[in-house]
């Protein structure tokens, strides 16, 4: 086994325990802002795995995966933003 393949094994279970504890904070955290930041790390890690693959893999196809759910995290995060600071207005 080369060290690129035990790499991308650690990397899959580090991604993997990650992943989890995001899901667990989006189901069980208490506000709304609690669910947003850990649907933002659950993106990143995506990315981040995703990123990841490709290393390993040495190609580029899932290139404009990683640029769309980039794009998805930053409109949500932008669009709770914008909700929270309407709703702490009235």
């Not at 993997?16 to 669910?35: K, N, S």
């Amino acid at each position: 086994m080369t060290f690129l393949a035990i790499a991308g094994i650690v990397a899959g279970i580090m991604f993997g325990i990650g992943a989890i504890a995001a899901v667990t904070r989006i189901i069980r955290g208490p506000t709304i802002l609690d669910r947003a930041l850990a649907t933002d790390v659950l993106l990143a890690i995506a990315i981040c795995a995703l990123g990841a693959e490709m290393a390993i893999n040495r190609h580029t196809d899932t290139l404009v995966v990683m640029l769309v759910l980039a794009m998805f995290a930053i409109v949500g995060s932008i669009s709770i933003a914008r909700f929270m600071s309407k709703q702490d207005a009235s």
